[in-house]
C-alpha cells in the first residue's frame, strides 16, 4: 500500500511539472503590463528601441522583429531582456516571440508615429470661394500632416448627411461635396476630425462658414384680389422671400413682370428691373373692366428664377336679396331663409 501510494504521489508530481513547463510565457507590454497579445506605441517619431521581457523563464525561442530580422537564444529568464533598435521611420511592426518546445507563439505590435494633426484647405483655383447654389458642390483636401498608417478621418460636411469616415490613405486626397436644396439653413460649417495611437483627443479642423444658397420663393401682394366695378384699380408689390438675405445673401436681385394682354397691343411687359433689399416698389394697374385677370412675375438671383402669379376677380357690386319659404307663418312654426345676395364679393 505505502508502495501504491509513494507511486502516485510521484506521478502527480511529474505531471505538475510537465505542466509548468508546458506554460507559455506572457511579454511585458508598452504599458508595463503581462500581454499575450501585447502592444507598444512610440509617439515621439524618433528611432526606438524596443525591449523584450518575458514573465517567466522560457527555452530556445526566436523573436522575429518584424522588419526581416530576427534573433535566435536557448533560454530568456526574467528580468533579463531581449533589445532590438528601430529606425525613425513612421510605420507599424508585428513582432512574433516563438517558443517551439511549448508551441508558443506569441504576436505582438509596435507603432512608431506623431500625433495627428487635422488640417482642411480649399484647391489651388477656387480661390477660397465657400458659396454655392444647391445643388452643387465643393472640393476640400485633407491637408493633415504627421498622418500614419493607423490615422482614422471622420468628415462632417454640415449638411445632416452621415459622416464619411476614410483610412490614412485620404492625407493629400481632395474630397468632392454635394449639397443638395433644403439641406442647409444658409450657413454651416465643414469638420473634418484625425485620430490614431497617439491622438490622447481626437484632432479637428474646419472650414466655413460654407454658404449653401437657393432661388428666391417668388411672391405678389396686391392691395385686392376681389373687387367690385367701377372699381377696377390695384396695386401690385414684390414680396418675394429673399433666400438667406439675412445670413449674407444680399447679391443684387432682378424682378420681370407681365401684367397680361387686357389693354390690346399684346401683353404688358416691365423688366428686367432691379429691385431693392427688400423691394419697395407698388405698381397701380387700372384694369379695362370687369373680367378675371392674371398678373405674373418672375423674381431671379444668382442661383436662378422663381416665377408666381396672382389672379384679380373684378365683377359686379353686391345685391342684398333675402328671400324665405313661406310668407305667412303661424306662431310656433318654422319659417327658412335664403340669403340671395348676388355680386361678385359675395363670399357666403
Known sequence: MNTLRVSVALILQILL??????????????????????????????????????????????????????????????????????????????????EPGKACVITGLLVIERPVNASITRPVGSGGATTICAPGFLDFINSSTDASVNTTFRWDFGDGSADVVKGANDSGVTTSHTYLRNTVNCNTIVTLEAENFCTTVPSFASVGPINIYDIDDAGITPTATVLCYPDTQVGFLNTSNLNCRPQGNTTQRFEYWNFGNYWGGGDSLLGWLPFANPPSQTYQLKFPGKGTYTVTMVDSNLCGRDTTQQTIVIGDPLVALLTSDLDTVCAGNRIRFFNNTAGVANQS
Request: glycine residues 8%; aromatic residues 10%; proline residues 6%.
Open 17 to 98: 511539472q510537465v505542466t509548468a513547463n508546458a506554460q507559455c510565457p506572457q511579454i511585458i507590454d508598452g504599458n508595463g503590463n503581462a500581454s499575450a497579445t501585447p502592444r507598444w506605441v512610440h509617439c515621439n517619431g524618433t528611432g526606438y528601441t524596443l525591449f523584450i521581457q518575458t514573465t517567466i523563464a522560457t527555452g530556445s525561442y526566436t523573436i522575429n522583429w518584424g522588419d526581416g530580422t530576427s534573433s535566435t537564444s536557448a533560454s530568456l529568464v526574467p528580468p533579463t531582456t531581449v533589445s532590438h533598435t528601430y529606425p525613425a521611420t513612421l510605420r507599424n511592426y508585428t513582432i512574433t516571440f516563438s
